[in-house]
């Protein structure tokens, strides 16, 4: 064996041998298998199963990536006071929910506005949002604004 990490969509060749307390299982790439093939691997008594398959390399876990950065943005800019953000911090927020991550408490009419007490599901954390006033229209221009800042926020972690 080369000791060689599979390359994506690489063949590769299983095989299970008996052994103590459980059978071993040992994977060859094509020219490894190759070789212990001609040595007469299959012949081997041992030999429980043989299968071939298709190496694939794991997605890279983008979904994790937007989540932590969603969750990064909205900690940053909720506690900003700046008007202009509470768009973007409402967006978020409804982002995280829809995801799980946190979880809407409370409701609450203060100062003329509406405010959401949204709390964090693992860590507790809460954060007080105010509910803009968008129609769906914004809603949507801010949700495309928000997709933006989010792949720049990951850019810029991944670069
Ligand atoms: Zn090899």
């Known amino acids: 064996m080369c000791g ?12 299970l041998l008996t052994g103590e307390p459980r059978p071993v299982r040992y994977d060859f790439c094509s020219s490894c298998w ?8 299959l012949q081997n008594p041992q ?10 390399i794991p997605p890279k876990p983008t979904e994790a990536i937007e989540r932590n950065t969603a969750e990064l943005l909205l900690k940053k800019l909720a506690t900003t006071d ?7 911090v409402y967006i978020l927020a409804l982002m995280l ?6 979880k809407l408490k409370k409701r609450a009419y203060i100062n003329g506005k509406t405010t959401l007490i949204y709390e964090h599901k693992e ?8 509910e803009p006033t968008l ?3 914004q809603i949507h221009i801010v949700h495309a604004s928000v997709t933006k800042l989010l792949e720049q926020e990951i850019g810029s972690q991944t670069a």
């Open 4 to 15: 060689e990490p599979f390359k994506d969509k690489q063949t590769y060749h299983t095989v």
């Open 34 to 41: 190759q070789r212990e093939t001609a040595s007469g691997l």
């Open 47 to 56: 030999v429980i199963s043989y299968w071939k398959g298709t190496y694939i």
């Open 82 to 88: 700046d008007p202009n953000s509470h768009a973007v």
């Open 97 to 102: 929910e829809r995801k799980k991550i946190i």
């Open 123 to 130: 860590t507790g954390e809460s954060y007080t949002i105010t």
């Open 135 to 137: 129609t769906p229209d």
